[in-house]
């Protein structure tokens, strides 16, 4: 079996082992280091060790009895909805527009729609921070809404462009010779075949507020900390054991997510 | 099969189209087309990929705007007004069925729209559904159908809301050999008993031949003939259309005071020249030709040449005869000759009615005819 | 509706149809207006504003925020960050083209699982990752623990909070980014031509690197244009696994903040990094093309 040919250039599976191997070790890397947080989390030291001397769940117990890191939390999940939302609507009309617009000046503004993918993340936070002090903005929730829709909108744009792109544009020609207005053509027509690309978008806006560490870090003060701002404090500060535990719930919440995104999208790339 | 046009439905219009423009950079697509379309009637328009007539086709529809121009459905202006104000019916070539919606959704859409009742819509979805022969088909989705099957759909989905003009972009070149020519049929029998105003686009000349009342010609945003079938057939105005319309075969003629001339010899008309200019052709149809046998009828117009064979195709018979300076041209007949057939190699005469004979100019008008 | 009287010259309705045309583009770009606005103001302007900013010293404007940069300290933060970038980069390359070689010939549903533990770390959170390697890599963590039960060390090796440290952890960070573009070149390089080459007597390690390697090379550039300007200005990973000995730029723009609360050289920090960002982006736009960095889905 290793010697028959593994591509149609003749070279034998025996002379590429060194290649599947070296690539099952890097996919390893990807994967496993994550994964091993979890029987961290069962750990019942207060130290990182592994294996860990002793099972339990206190630091699950830690986690939910604590006042903190629930209002934590709630709040990153409040910032990541409104987020989801705004981004979404936003970015799709955005997308829209941009998609079937032909003017020359189309170009400047998908390079400005663009350019909060491209600038350093430090850079956003500290900008913002300064804009978001004299006006009061700064540890609210509509402040970090605004901040990290910046950051999702460029994400739903690619996602939903991608839609349009593989839409037969005839459709909504259809249905405006039909009496549709533009509006009405996008609601009843293009809207329900894209959603896919709307939703898939909507998830990775919510993923990224989620998980958004910096400018929460410059943002999120006080009582309106979000889960990773107190997560990063944590971390650098003194090494807490209830991270682990939080990890383990993120990755199963990572892992239901992927799920539904890759029920969304078969068969497409990101 | 060609009712009277003009007769139209009670609420179909006609078109004046004036002037209209479109430049795309240095490329011309319209070039400052006039076109008047009688209310009732199916008119196509006919050319090559590239003559315009998708584009002249969108802009009726309202998806494409003119540089400059004008269009007017009976007394309005309609060249401002966005597609869904201007009350037509439009099918393209991909159906563009939703698919997120069942045949009866579909054709209930516009009705919708329209802000027509529930039990209404049902009613007239079940009406449209028989008028295009699928009855009952309402609760099919849109992949369980043929391409047949979808066209039809698609037009109940384009009159259901009986819009005053109905447009339609090659709707049938999807579809196979059999499919179309059966399907060609039944869109003309439609537009017979709804009387609209149709618009029709295609670069299939026999199909523009078999459906339409008239047949506008396009070529390079251009619009180069406007005329019934048959005098497009018998009479076309230039040598590009007597090439797109039918088989023809062209020959070069000299023109000399209203005369044509070929090798020498003046060729007997039925009507003087439709044009001065010095480069002609005489455009031969195969079917209008003679192998001549024996004596020569007075009245015709005589072609030397040499047999170079027959072809049989089933309902016809093609001889291929070279003429004096190299050219190829073909005889069609649908019977055998018998005894006296002519063989390859053969000295032959060619016997063509002056009726037949057409002379047309190696460029276009100016003005269209 | 109203007659519309031919214009000498102009054509019939001309001036009423392009302002009509002009008019649906406008509308059309206004449906931008939303995100334009929200990014515009939150995102760009501040740039603006820091870059003002950067010039204000305690007695008004002056060039001190920025003479203070050229201390050696700010140039050995200057080196460090750079050189993190490219060795960053470098691994990601050399560990990324097998990988996306390999998983571009793959049968479908082979690669598409491949991808999907590619992208995996995409959809975990970044502090999980980082703390993920803190467990792994500290004295009692889980490489020492085997090293020394395996008797091949005697002394737990620093592995963290250091440069090796911050290095392995921003490899796994950035893996996906160099893999994906390369992935999606890669796959549409069609095999005609490996075929061909074959069949005109190439051996296969021939063929691969004088056919499909100079073809991979736009995802090569993708990939490495996407690692290394991310790279340069990565806060969370360094801060975390650095341990305070591998500080980068984005740390010293974090420090003056919220240590100093020093507006003005953190105004200076940040934008002598936004203009090597804008450096790096720009000479490689040069070389490729920014429309197909945007456009690259």
Known sequence: MLGKAAT??????????????????????????????????????????????????????????????????????????WTMLVSTVTGTMAAYGLHYCRLSLRRSVQIALALPMMIPVILIAVGVFMLFAPLGLNSTISGLVLAHSTLAIPLVMISV?????????????????????????FLTVTLPQIANSVVSGALLAFVTSFDEVVI??????????????????????????????????????????????????????? | MTPEAGRGGAASLPITIRRLTKRYGKFTALDHIDLEIKSGEFITLLGPSGSGKTTLLMMLGGFVQPDSGSIRFGDQEVVLLPPHKRGIGMVFQNYALFPHMNVAANLGYPLKLRGCRRDEIADRVAKALELVELGGYGERGVHQLSGGQKQRVALARAIIFEPR????????????????????????????????????????????????DRIAVLNRGRLVQLDQPRDLYE?????????????????PVDVHDGKALLFGKVLQLDRPLRSAAR??????????????VGDVPPQLNVIEGKLRQHVFQGDSIVSYVTLADGREIAVRRSQGFGERAPEPGDSVRIGIAPRDTIIVPDDEPTAPT | MTMAHSEAGQGLNATALERSARNEQLRLLFLCAPALLLIGIVALAPMGWLSGLSFVGKDGLTFANYERLLHPSYQLTLLSTFQLAFVVTAICLVLGYPLAYLTAQMRPRAASLVMLCVLFPFWTSLLVRTYAWLVILQRKGIVNTWLENLGLIDEPLRLVYNFTGTTIGMVHVMLPFMVLPLYAAMKSISPDYLQAAASLGAPPVKAFWQVFVPQSIPGVIAGLIVVFVLSLGFYVTPALLGGGKVMMWSMQVERAMEVYADWGAASALGVVLLVMTIGVLWLISRLVGIGSLIERD
């Open chain 1, 8 to 81: 149609s250039t003749q070279i034998t599976h025996l002379q590429r082992l060194w290649l599947y191997l070296l690539c099952g070790l890097v996919v390893v890397f990807l994967v496993a280091p994550t994964l091993l947080v979890v029987p961290m989390s069962f750990s019942d030291s207060r130290f990182l060790q592994f294996p860990p001397p002793a099972w339990s769940l206190r630091w699950y117990r830690a986690y939910f009895n604590s006042i903190e890191w629930r209002d934590a939390t709630f709040i990153s999940l409040q910032v990541a909805i």
């Open chain 1, 161 to 185: 462009s991608a839609g349009l792109r593989n839409f037969d544009a005839n459709q909504e020609m259809v249905a405006r010779s039909l009496g549709a207005s533009r509006i009405r053509a």
């Open chain 1, 216 to 270: 929460s870090l410059f943002v999120a003060g006080g009582d309106k900390a979000t889960l990773t701002r107190r997560m990063f404090l944590a971390l650098r500060d003194e090494i807490d054991p209830t991270i682990a535990a939080i990890s383990t719930l993120l990755i199963l919440f990572s892992i239901v997510l992927v799920g539904a995104s890759q029920f969304l999208r078969p068969g497409s790339k990101t």
């Open chain 2, 165 to 212: 003009i109905l447009l339609m972009d090659e709707p049938l070149s999807a579809l196979d050999k059999n499919l179309r020519e059966k399907m060609q049929l039944e869109i003309r029998r439609l537009h017979d008993r709804l009387g609209l105003t149709s618009v029709y686009v295609t670069h299939d000349q026999r199909e523009a031949l078999t459906m339409s």
């Open chain 2, 235 to 251: 009479q076309p105005a230039s040598r590009f259309i007597a090439d797109f319309i039918g088989e023809t075969h062209c020959v």
């Open chain 2, 279 to 292: 480069a002609q052709s005489l455009a031969l149809r195969p079917e209008k030709l003679h192998l001549l």
